[in-house]
């Protein structure tokens, strides 16, 4: 029709609580307002594609008749396909310019291609005008959908509830009777284990945007529990159900058992990238896309992944977890997927969260519950352990309380206390908020130091008491590591017990632009590069590595002597 509205779209409602940043980052779409007008302009979208066969496959939308042709052009994906008529309700789940097609300027046309996860749903693309602030939806494409709605989508392996137990996670369409099917060979599923099923709706948000056009349906999340496992195991699986179709065949491979050389990945704060360059709503992290083909690309073989917080960074743009789910699959299909939760993905105000600051988008830490569960699954308590070869790893939640006294701290105290060092030689503890920083971040309770000192007085003396071998942190993007440090104080080569500190907050998101100009007496090393951590524990050694994502090259290096306080680094 020929009739216009003008409409606050989406609302900047969390902040990001550190000084400064450099990357690339973006958060276009704050604040964005929209109108629709499609009487006008004789603009016209097609597609090369109606109907898609797979998440993940690739559509090309060509336009033409653009009158005055705009570098503030821009083309974007709507779902459910209605929604692209009313952007005030629903945001876009990704978007591109149109500029970025060579012909759009000269001559009014052009063509982009868009991966596009499946939606669940039908989905349509608009092509809009007037730049990301004051948008206009100029033309809409027909509605577009995939072959199967039901189609069961990214598995993610995680530790189960007791020893020997593992659990495949997936999301689908909500197609009844969701099981996996495996066994010890290739295309012979022997096995068969039936899943739970669970969700969340747009009620369980605690406020916007996840309530409001931040709002996607998240589908049907499926969970099944695989007991008595072999360690060392390949396990050949496909999961689905007979009336929504099952994946094709993946390979998980079951860790190695108590004492046996073990190999892991941490990271912290990656978010979303998105391969076929596009934007989303909040946030978008291309350097992501770097870490996993880092990964992937390697010759190390890891037993299991470490994700200390801040995780997707979808920040109530519902959405873009179904992307980021989709990126991590072809390592989290292979081995456990350990996720600790950061303060992106719970903290909010008066919603439960220790720090009382927006920084989740009101999601509340439910969209990370339900994709994530703890082994014991138990509903906002975040805080859990597990052993895994030669290492007992615990992971503990800065998003909770942690102070003395606390359930978190209660848990701690009883776990460190009861691990076998004859079993798990090595103790690391995990979570987003470090206890040693180097940040000139030091002004209010959520901020770099005034946490870190907190940490250090209720949680540093138990580390010490209970011989922690290396602390893994993130939230700060940058890596850091110090010495061997006790209260502030180093011990290298000394005869106390005292843990180093690893910070690796350098997965996707920009790096931190905030470092001292004198560096803390306790800081060893400090890079401001994205990569990850490589961590290979023997019966003697802990051997840990920051793997440099732009050239792959080993960043710094060190060697943790269990029978010797002295740490050689490189």
């Known amino acids: 029709t020929g009739m216009a509205l003008w409409v606050l779209g989406l609302v900047a409602v969390c902040c990001w609580p550190m000084a400064a940043v450099a990357g690339n980052s973006r958060n276009a779409l704050l604040g964005t307002r929209y109108r629709v007008d499609l009487g006008s302009g004789g603009v016209s979208i097609s597609t090369n594609w109606t109907v898609l066969e797979r998440s993940g496959d690739w559509i090309t939308v060509s336009w033409e008749n653009v009158d005055h042709p705009d570098p503030d052009d821009w083309m974007a994906l709507f779902a459910p396909a209605n929604a692209s008529a009313s952007p005030h309700d629903h945001a876009p789940i990704k978007y591109r310019f149109a500029n970025e097609s060579e012909s759009h300027l000269c001559c009014g046309r052009g063509s982009l291609s868009f991966s596009i996860v499946n939606v669940r749903g039908d989905f349509s693309f608009a092509f809009l005008r007037g730049g990301l602030r004051n948008a206009t939806v100029s033309a809409r494409s027909a509605p577009l959908s995939f072959a199967n709605v039901d189609e069961p989508l990214s598995p993610r392996w995680s530790f ?23 066994g010890r060979r290739s295309g012979e599923y022997l096995q068969t284990t039936t899943a739970q099923t669970t969700t969340y709706d747009r009620g369980d948000m605690c406020g916007p945007p996840a309530s409001t056009i931040g709002w996607f349906d998240p589908g049907a999340i499926h969970h099944a529990v695989l007991f008595d496992l072999p360690y060392s195991q390949k396990v050949f699986y496909r999961f689905g159900s007979f009336t929504g179709g099952f994946s094709q065949e993946y390979v998980f491979q079951s860790p190695p058992g108590p004492g046996k050389a073990t190999r892991l990945l941490a990271y912290g704060d990656m978010g979303v990238g998105h391969v076929d ?19 992937m690309s390697s010759p190390y073989r890891a037993d299991a992944v470490l994700h200390i917080g801040d995780i997707s960074y979808a920040q109530g743009f519902i959405s873009q977890w179904d992307y980021f789910l989709q990126q991590i699959a072809p390592i989290a299909s292979t081995m ?16 439960g969260s220790f720090f009382e600051v927006d920084d989740c988008g009101g999601e509340c830490g439910v969209p990370y519950s339900k994709l994530f ?30 102070r003395r006294g606390s359930a978190q701290w209660s848990f701690l105290r009883s776990d460190l206390a009861s691990v076998d060092r004859s079993r798990t030689p090595w103790v690391i503890v995990s979570g987003h908020r470090p206890m040693y920083i180097d940040s000139t971040y030091d002004s209010g ?62 997965a996707g998101f920009s790096l931190t632009a905030n470092r001292n100009a004198i560096s803390p007496k306790w800081l060893k090393t400090r890079r401001d590069e994205f990569g990850y951590l490589q961590i290979s524990a023997s019966k003697d050694y802990l051997d840990v590595e920051f793997i440099v994502d732009a050239t792959g090259e080993i960043g710094d290096r060190i060697r943790i002597n269990r029978h010797a306080i002295a740490v050689s680094s490189s």
């Open 336 to 351: 456990p997927y350990q996720v600790a939760i950061g303060n992106h993905e719970r903290d909010c105000v008066n919603c």
């Open 160 to 182: 189960g509830p007791v020893a020997g137990s593992f659990r495949l996670s997936w999301s689908s369409g909500g197609a009844a009777g969701p099981l996996v099917q495996w």
């Open 373 to 402: 569960p703890t082994p014991n699954d138990v509903p906002d308590q975040h805080w859990y352990s597990f052993d895994i070869g030669s290492v007992h790893v615990v992971v503990l939640s800065t998003e909770a309380d942690f």
């Open 445 to 506: 309770d959520t901020s770099d130091i005034v946490v870190a000192r907190l940490l250090r007085q209720h949680l540093e003396p138990m580390f010490h008491e209970h011989g922690v071998d290396l602390a893994i942190w993130g939230h700060n993007h940058s890596y850091q590591r110090t010495c061997h440090v006790l209260n502030e104080t180093c011990f290298d080569g000394e005869g106390a017990k005292a843990p180093v500190h690893v910070v690796v907050g350098t």
């Open 277 to 295: 360059q596009s934007s989303s709503g909040y946030f978008t992290e291309p350097m992501a896309l770097a870490t996993m083909s880092r990964i």
